[in-house]
């Protein structure tokens, strides 16, 4: 009998070994590390306790990038749940079956394109001179507001974050969707006769029915936007003048550009340290629900 | 990733009354109504109208690019996509691929085994092993480039596929595991046990009753694992050198860099590297909704 308990532990081995190694092992070494300063072309490492830590509480870019992470953060929840699930609801509500499929079809496309790939097509939609924003602002007469977007340390950051809306709210209209058409019509139609208008309907019925749903994707996104890397390697490369670094490529040059992988082990804490607490509200709050339901 | 495992319903389940399901829209006016179309169709043009302006611009000159970004080729030029196709991006293209399909395998086998042995048999510290799995989803790869970087290099399997391979794959078994568990919480296990009890082994049960059963969550799980292998990015610029081993993302960056001035060679390679997930996307749309509703629970 034991024998055979031990013979099925063998399905979940492969996972379990692979997961040990490359997940948790690395995050756990990398929270000893960030206690080191070391570097890839000299031996040794010597140990600094806090001093990583420290030296990033006074360090200029880290504070920008943070800030960067954050607005990149805001700006995700509102356009990728918040306006999703307007146009998720829009979509259920107003449009009919067969077009409504295509329209979330056509708006999920830019998902599945890489960020590399976007991030380039971009780059050039913001091109100063010959770039289709700025052209598309000239001949509506607003040329006044041209200029060059990628380039100027103040608009840098949001061009790389609007890059990211573009691409990604397709996807969560699409899970919105999915879980819009799980509320029960009755409670729609109960709505109607108690002659809630739209609005009404919308905030009274649809929002706390996949009221899951959106929590997920909160976190989902809040945490993505504090691991942003791609987009901002491809578009800016964090420039000009780190102006839209975010901690992901701030960790990227001070590990393989500044040397400094000590360092670049105390950002990636930072950042594991602010993913893993949005993941732990997750998680505490899926259980509260399970245990009430 | 929200861990009340109900049993999945249904997604897109078609009304069964058109009417009432539409109910709310009814009392609308009509101009609102077609405010609504105009303002959905402006959408989908913004979101489609710089891809396809990707791929015309492919086929123009330079010049042409320049001087009227907004126009169509004079005279198209398919010359310019077999020549971004030589420049590299067919190499980048078979390393995107392999790696993409060994993972995907990968993800999905391992992923299926650890489902089925945390859902069905009994295995000694389930428990604890079970939460190892799902507490991994919270960890995310970037944040400990260094150590991995240092953990591939011992391994003898830096600047190699396999360290994309692998890590696409450790990366994603947690999420996989999860998709696929939930899946099988909501099947019945009657089929099973019968098999079992006709003298199959476990091992034949799993690939005869349970494999095919789970086929839907397993198709949606190799759909999403290729997305993501497909457009990975970090990873495949930190662990690779090798110009020779380098997947797309990494590659049309490098390639972006090399051509600085030859834009329609590089919007030709963009427009390569899209084509392939855009059309599977289209091909097996019904399946990946359908897996996503089920995957995430109620």
Redesign the interface.
Known sequence: MQRR??R?????A???A??????????V??IR?SLFKFSVFQPGMRYVGLENYRQALQDPVFWKALANNLCYAVTSVVFQVGAALV?AA??E?????RLRGL?R?????????????AG??????YQP????IN?ALDTLGLGRFAHDWLGDPDTSVWGVINMSQ?QSF?YTT??LT?AV??IP?EL??A??VDGAG?IR?FFAVTVPMVR??T??LVI?TV?GAF?V??EV??MTGGGPSNSSQTL?TW??AS??TGDD?GY??AI??V??AI??VA??V??LH??R??VA? | ????LHKP?P?????AA?A??????R??SVVL?IL?YCG?AA??V???Y??C??ALSGLKTNGE???D??GLPAHPDWGTYADAWHQGVLGYLLNSALVTAASVLAVVL??A??A???TR????F?QP?LL??LG?????P??????????LQALHIYDTYWALI??Y???K??FT?FLVRAYLLGQPVEVEEAALIDGAS?WQT?WRVVVPMARPILVSAALLQA?FS??E??FA??FITDDRLKT???G??DM?GRLNSD?PM??AG?TI??LP??V???VA?RHF?RG??EG?G?
């Open positions: 308990r031990f099925h532990a063998l399905y979940a492969p996972a379990l692979l997961i040990a190694l490359f997940v948790y092992y690395p995050i070494e990398n590390l146009l829009i979509l509500a107003v449009i009919g079956q329209l079809t056509v708006y999920f496309i830019p998902a599945a394109v890489s960020m590399t790939v380039l097509l971009f780059q050039f939609l001179d010959a770039g289709l052209s573009w397709g699409m899970l999915v058409q799980r019509r729609y139609e709505a109607t739209r309907t899951e749903m929590t997920l989902l945490s691991l890397f791609n390697m491809v992901g960790l990227y590990a393989f992988m670049a082990a990636g804490t950042m594991f993913t893993f993941g732990a997750q998680l899926s259980r629900k399970a339901a | 990733m929200t861990l009340t319903a997604a897109d389940t078609p009304p058109p009432a399901r539409r109910g709310p829209a009392s609308g109504r609504t959905l959408l989908a913004a979101v489609v710089p891809l302006w990707m690019i320049f001087s970004p907004w391992i992923s085994w650890a089925y042995g945390l048999l009994a295995i000694p389930s092993a190892l799995v991994a989803m919270m960890l995310s970037t944040v400990a480039l260094v150590p991995l970087t240092q953990l692998v890590l794959t450790a990366f078994v947690p595991t476990r799993f997305l497909w457009n990015y970090a610029l930190v797309l993302p990494v049309l960056a972006a834009w590089l919007f963009l590297a899209a997930m855009i599977i996307f289209l749309q909704v996503l509703s995430f109620k």
